[in-house]
């Protein structure tokens, strides 16, 4: 009797120290892996910097290809002359 609780207590004592390597592991592991998916996102949005960067930018060619036109004549309006105050009904001024 004595014989089989001395078992179960050195198989109690190795099962303690593999689970808690095991989760000293896990948890280190973990970090690892947060700080990779950390500098892929951060690559990522490099990249995807760089491509709305790269997608505003248009030149005469792409122009051309969507059909757009050179405007030959330009006029330009002046809005600060035309621009009204609105109010409310019936409040007067503000």
């Not at 930018?57 to 330009?76: E, P, T």
Request: glycine share 10%.
């Amino acid at each position: 009797m004595r014989r089989a609780s001395g078992i179960v207590c050195i198989g109690l004592i190795f099962a303690y120290i593999y689970f808690a390597s095991a989760s000293v592991f896990h948890a280190v592991m973990q970090r690892t892996a947060e700080g990779l998916i950390e500098g892929e996102r951060t690559e990522l949005a490099h990249l995807e910097k760089e491509y709305f960067a790269l997608g505003k930018r248009v030149d005469q060619r792409v122009a051309l290809d969507f059909g757009l036109i050179k405007v030959q004549n330009k006029h330009f309006v002046n809005r600060s002359a035309h621009v009204g105050v609105a109010t409310p009904k019936g409040t007067g001024d503000f």
